[in-house]
Nanobody
């Protein structure tokens, strides 16, 4: 079991920045990939970014490439999402998640994820 808790959401103007954090606890959280997903009102939850257990491999959704950066500190059991040049369409609840298996390196499909945080709201005003 892995427990996840997000923090760092808030209200920001378009063009601004926010940094989200995901604190992991439980059974060897440092051995799992961690991803960020988001869900906007009236839309399905979508993949944003993922990082493998060692921090050496990442994947990003096309819509956030070049603006968002995912990183991790396994000594602190935290994964961060630095979000720059934010747009109103980035407004959503952001969730961090861990996959059901430590063997999955950087899965992007939601069906691979078994552990979820409670989410943190990010609102970008125009």
């Amino acid at each position: 079991q892995v427990q996840l808790a997000e923090s760092g959401g808030g209200l920001v103007q378009a063009g601004g920045s926010l940094r989200l954090s995901c604190a992991a606890s439980g059974r060897t959280p440092g051995n799992y990939a961690v991803a960020w997903f988001r869900q906007a009102p009236g839309k399905e939850r979508e993949f944003v970014a993922v990082i493998n257990w060692s921090g050496t491999s990442t994947e990003y959704a096309y819509s956030v490439q070049g603006r968002f950066t995912i990183s991790r500190d396994n000594a602190k059991n935290t994964v961060s999402l630095q979000m720059n040049r934010l747009r109103p369409e980035d407004t959503a609840v952001y969730y961090c998640a861990a996959p059901k298996s430590q063997a999955l390196a950087t899965p992007v499909a939601e069906r691979h994820y078994a552990y979820w945080g409670q989410g943190t709201q990010v609102t970008v005003s125009s």
